[in-house]
């Protein structure tokens, strides 16, 4: 039936609220950072939670709730049978039966799941089957049609907030003029043929049918999103189309018919995530190799790391255009459920995605193993000797090279486009492969992953360049938390152990008087403060000295340079106690936590929300507040613990043992900065603190000034971590504890780095494993979702930022580590060029970037905030001045640069004149 529309049909839409970019995602478990990377989201309520709503919501993405209108299935067709609101009529094509529009109850329904939605947080509703009354008889349909011009109607007058998002509904569109706010199709170029499950193209015919249909609303503005559907292994098809869909003045969303790939539209997210596949037989994930020695690298390559248990739960869903890449650590053998297991590596084979294997092949399969192009022999080999060596991938890194062939797997090539690593031959005359990069990713196997002894364990393959080989990883901007403006992030945080322990000083001050005095207010840090109650506070292990060490914390807490934050109440060696029992050798040498009077049985809520209360009503000035826990002894909460501080509104911190030093300069010392678990986000310790630098504070007490050694090997020839100065109270005890930590803050001097709060520094962190970034038509990049990040690492052969085509670039940084690009939002795009570009851009800043922003190619209006007098430079040729308010501050010259000081903590919608 063809509709002729009237041109008043008009848009609700804003044009400055206008989609430039859809995505749908009808599946479990919505990936929420590159979904924020759409401005629409279309989601299944049943699918996704109200948080993550809320998170979507946060980025800035308007999140829909999808609606089926006019047919009814799964969950929902029990109760509208009971209802008697179903037409009797079935589409046996989707296995759905027809509702009955006119049915007063019916339209009730729908509104009240539309207003629960609503309540949910959703800001529109993508209105589903608005045609399928048409599958009626002719005789019903002009009562179908009035009915559901009458829900659209209560639709619009009760929520009134929510956006309305068509599918089709050529039937009413003509009647809601100026109500619609978009309108998508299905299938204008490539579809979908349900019966028989296959991809087809569209014909001419139906194709300018659509286009007739859709011609009065593009004149009027509505916009209009071209659903199209392709294989998942086409994607240059998919961008090819996107183009040709987005030059007709359609919005693209080119995905798959179940709904559950991110696809293309006008960007495309770049694939930022590594499944990184341990076996729980050998142990929790924090004792995981591939956790602990290759976490923390691949977070500085720039990716999130999701850990997935190899056991019945392992997911089957599809990873194309989520996941770059999966790499798989196990040592065991096959696990438990080896079907699953296997057809979990035969659905990332077929979606082309790169496997890695390191530590063993956990497959025994031969199908499997064929498509690999490799076979397992029997028996171990005895002696070695080396036939073939890629030294850019082994033996060139940390350690050189040894014969091993003890735990060997005798595994041989049969494929040819392998291109082995390392070539070995054993006593049988057998050709061994233990390092490989092969078409679909690779292998690196034990016992040559390193070089292992009493004192130290060093990498034997250079893991950079294996990871970056097998997995195929592409050249893209890098989230960065270490650097900042220019500056390397420094952070500095206590926990509150030792604040009753007095110093071996004249006068015998407490601990907290001689940290407040030499370390807070000596030197120019901000510094986030913890305490433990339960060594403080009246309830606690020393009640006699509420009323001597309470002042000492109030007093450090009303330095503005300090950030407060809690130790809990009874200091947790043990997080969870029952678990750590059951430990060879459990022998805690401190008990299970403070053995606090009239506290027999540790309670997690006492601990993390108690302690919290305590300090904000007892220690704290008026304006702050602790939103921050430093987990304590051990430091591996409990998926519990974790959720309780999150619903409290508290960070959380420390945990892992990044410890590098001279004596043992390997980056196996390098733990991640991530632990997920199903109660939130664990935030390791970004390096470890003093405690292991000397013997668990057994001495030598100068020890903690090998922390330098950390800070060194971490910024060269990669900055792999921040300048990150973590302590305890205690260290303000001891002469030679005091002289260690002089030297520190000396060395921290020199490198002028950008101070930071702990609660500031870990929503950058957050960055790392919720941000995204994605690639537009136009060839930018756009990155949003960033959590306060504020940096990205280029590589150098992707060029330099255009700083006018870009948006909240304020400059780059090129230094020996990398070239580091400021950005001045959580939402920015870069746009880049060959070479470096001659407008003013920002090169280093002391305090944090709020905005940027070129008025013209040499007028900028910017803002900082932070809590030092901002001091700045500027990249440009010519000269400058910044207009502050009713001041005027020329710019100084030096070399290249053009620098400046204000004495202030805050600039606001300052205007920097050059020419």
Known sequence: MFIFFCFSVQAATAPDSRPESVAFWYADSPPLPEL?????????????????????????????????????????????????????????????????????????????????????????????????????????????????????EALHEQLPGMKLFFNRGFEVLPAFAGVVDAVAVESLSAGWNAASQTYVPVSASDREWLNGQLAPLKDVGIPLVAIEYLPADQPEQARSLAKELVSEGYIPVITSPDLDRLGVSSIEVQPRRIALVYDPREGELTLNPGHV?????????????????????????????LYAGVVIWMTSGTPADVYRFNEFISARLDEHIPVAFMGGIPIDNPAILSRLGVNKGVGDPQSVQLIQQDESLIGHFEAPLRMHSRDLTPLQVTGSDLVPGLTLRDSAERTLVPVAIAPWGGFALSPYLFQESAAARRWVIDPFAFVTRALRLVDMPTLDATTENGRRIATVHLDGDGFASRAEVPGTPYSGEVVLKDFIQAHDYLTSVSVIEGEIGAKGMYPYLTKTLEPIARRIFADPKVEPATHTFSHPFFWEPEKARLRDGFNPEYGINMAIPNYPVMDLNREIVGSRDYINTHLLPPGKEVKLIFWSGEALPSPDAIGIAYAAGMANVNGAETYITRANPSLTGLNPLHRPTRGGLQIYAPVINENLYTNLWNGPFYGFERVVDTFEITDAPRRLRGINLYYHFYSGTKQASLRAMADIYTYMDRQQPISLWMGDYLRRVRGLYEGGLAKRLDGKWQLRSLQGMRTVRLPPEMGWPDMLASSAVAGVRDLPQGRYVHLASDNAVLALQPGRDSAPSLEQANIPLTQWHYRSEREIELSFAGKFDLRFSVRYAGSCELNVGQQRIKGIRRGALVEFAVNRHEVSNAILSCR
């Open 293 to 321: 020695y290759l976490g923390g690298l691949l977070e500085y390559l720039g990716y999130r790391v999701d850990y997935i248990p190899a056991d019945a739960d392992i997911p089957l869903s599809p990873m194309s255009g």
């Open 36 to 152: 924020s990377q759409f401005d629409w989201v279309v989601l299944e309520p049943g699918h996704a939670s109200v948080a993550d709503v809320a998170f979507l919501s946060a980025q800035g993405a308007l999140p829909f709730a999808y609606l089926s209108v006019g047919e009814v299935d799964g969950g929902m067709l029990a109760e509208a049978q009971s209802a008697g609101v179903l037409s009797g009529t079935a589409n046996t094509l989707w296995q759905s039966q027809v509702a009955d529009l006119s049915n007063p109850k019916w339209q009730a329904m729908l509104l009240e799941r539309a207003k629960s939605y609503h309540e949910q947080g959703y800001d529109g509703l993508f209105l589903d089957t608005l045609d399928s009354f048409t599958l009626l008889a002719d005789e019903r349909q002009p009562a179908q049609r009035e009915g559901l011009l009458a829900l659209l």
